[in-house]
């Protein structure tokens, strides 16, 4: 579990080593899944920050799509995408063979929260919004 409270500014501050290869870890067994998390992590934060796309592809990509008919959909270019307390809910999850993962993020609060389990069709949607609960609480 790797959860990204409002400190983009601090970690932008070192943002060309955002990208390095991470160090090697002492449990090999264990090396994928942990920087897997990094890296999601990373990529959370390089996202919300601008560093990968600009700010107006960025709100292309987080806009609601339509149907044929022109009903809105909950989703967008690669993103799900909710509005909670007001609040613009962006989360993007996936999986394969023993493993799930969720990334979820309230932009204007500069908040991800990455989860990964080893545990095939894990719904963890709710799961990182109560994560993100805790972490905006006051």
């Known amino acids: 579990l790797v959860a990204l409270p409002i400190f983009l500014q601090k970690v932008l501050a070192q943002e060309r080593d955002i990208f390095r290869p991470l160090a090697p870890r002492r449990h090999p067994q264990r090396e994928g899944v942990d920087s897997e998390v990094q890296i999601l ?15 107006e592809t960025l709100a292309q990509m987080w806009t609601r799509q339509k149907t044929r008919d022109g009903k809105e959909t909950d989703y967008g270019l690669g993103w799900g995408l909710a509005v909670r307390d007001g609040l613009k ?10 493993i799930t993962t969720n990334l979820y993020m309230i932009p204007e609060k500069g908040l ?3 989860l990964m389990v080893n545990l095939e069709s894990a719904g963890l949607g709710q799961l990182t919004r109560q994560i993100a609960d805790i972490l905006l609480a006051p």
């Open 41 to 55: 992590a990373k990529f959370a934060i390089a996202v919300q920050s601008g560093m990968l796309v600009k700010q």
């Open 112 to 114: 991800a929260v990455v």
């Open 89 to 98: 809910e962006v989360s993007h999850s996936g999986g394969q063979q023993r």
